[in-house]
Nanobody
Framework: QVQLVESGGGSVQAGGSLRLSCAAS??????????MAWFRQVPGKEREGVAC????????TYADSVKGRFTINQDNAKNTLFLQMNNLQSDDSAMYFC?????????????????????WGHGTQVTVSS
C-alpha cells in the first residue's frame, strides 16, 4: 500500500523560502515511484503541475511559473521527495500535493498532468503574504 505524507507548509512573507517534504511508505526506487511530482491547487482553480522528477535520475521539469525559484529532488535513503521553494510570491499560495506514478512518461504534456499519477498525498498548505 502506497502512502504519501506531505509536510513543511506554512505561512511566509513574499521573498521567503520553504522546503516541502513528501514521505513515502516504500523506497522510492520501487516501481510505484517511477515518476514523482508536486501539484498545487487553490479554491476555484484547476490543479496545477509544479515540478516532476524521474526518480531513476537525470530528469526534472518545472512549470514556467516556478522555473528558477523551485527545485525538486529526492533522498532515497529517507524515502522522501522534496520541493525547495525560494523567492515565494503571493501567487504561490496554494495547497501543495505530492504524487507518484508507476507509468513511463514519454510525452511532454504528461509530466505535469494529474492523469499521469496514481498515488496522492493529502496536501500541505502554503500561504505567502506581501
Amino acid at each position: 500500500q502506497v502512502q504519501l505524507v506531505e509536510s513543511g507548509g506554512g505561512s511566509v512573507q513574499a521573498g521567503g523560502s520553504l522546503r516541502l517534504s513528501c514521505a513515502a511508505s516504500e523506497p522510492i526506487s520501487t516501481s510505484n515511484y517511477l515518476y514523482m511530482a508536486w501539484f498545487r491547487q487553490v479554491p476555484g482553480k484547476e490543479r496545477e503541475g509544479v515540478a516532476c522528477i524521474y526518480t531513476g535520475g537525470g530528469f526534472t521539469t518545472y512549470a514556467d511559473s516556478v522555473k528558477g525559484r523551485f527545485t525538486i529532488n529526492q533522498d532515497n535513503a529517507k524515502n522522501t521527495l522534496f520541493l525547495q521553494m525560494n523567492n515565494l510570491q503571493s501567487d504561490d499560495s496554494a495547497m501543495y500535493f505530492c504524487a507518484a506514478g508507476p507509468s513511463p512518461l514519454r510525452r511532454e504534456w504528461q509530466f505535469l498532468h494529474e492523469s499521469s499519477y496514481k498515488y496522492w498525498g493529502h496536501g500541505t498548505q502554503v500561504t505567502v503574504s506581501s
